[in-house]
């Protein structure tokens, strides 16, 4: 190898610095005659809406194109947010903001409020301990949603919310939900049966988002950054990165669109490997949106590009 860590690290942490772009406050309009239902990212405002259909009003915080994990609410946001009638939120620390908006709604608000992580199989971060830039204090790994098997989990969570909230158009959730359920666990079957028959099981990606996806479906992951995309890797996890590339003869780093990707390409460059997108859904882009995509086709692109980069 040309290219020193020193170099890579240079790399990386002009890219990191890169990303540090501020994000503006979503435009929040409640709906009278709804169920005004807040998300806090994506995947859990594509499900709401899903299985809340005509009677709700689904609207999401976070900005398009912005991932969560260092996003916070404006005082405005937490204002509208608490008129509404539920708020979904992930847990497992991945808002760190949640704790204090909670605190702060007063007694008599009837905000209904859910966590759609409650009662995934968590996998617990043990690296955390000993890393200075782990996002919060959770010493879980809160992206679960990325696995359709605690998928399911989370669109039930939002299931039962909606009836609770709005037990008179119960009929409507039930039948939406079941549809959403029923396509879910197709995801969840085609996952398990071609990861099953790709001839690589490691994957390389850029941010840790993927240990559910990758314990579930028998992967094996080295991510180059932490669990929040800030967490920036010293010379050894690199040098560690490199090695789990080389021993498992890897032919290929993921990469996503909501983070930089320099470090991602400058690795893949330097192994002289490929690079392809793994999308951990934290959020879509204007354009994705306008597009139609949505939890499934992200999914499924994903589970064609594992394919492509497994082989
Ligand atoms: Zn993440």
Redesign the pocket.
Known sequence: MKKSYVGIILSLILSITALAGCSTASDMKLVEGKVNVITTFYPLYDFAAKIGGEHTNVLNIVPAGV???DWAPKSQDITNMSKAQVFIYNGIG?EGWVPDFLHSLKQENKLLIVEASQNVDLIRHEESADDDHA?DESEFD??AWISPKQAKVYAENIYKALIQADPANEQSYTANYEKLAARLNELDRTFAEKIASTARKEIVVS???FGYLSRDYGLTQMAIMG???DAEPTAQDLKEISRFIKEHNVKTIFFEELVSDKLAKTLANDMKIETIVLN?I?GLTEQDLQSGKDYFSVMEHNLQNLLKGLQ
């Open positions: 991932e969560p994990h991945l996002h809160p992206h941010h840790e988002a669990l929040a995309p951990p934290e």
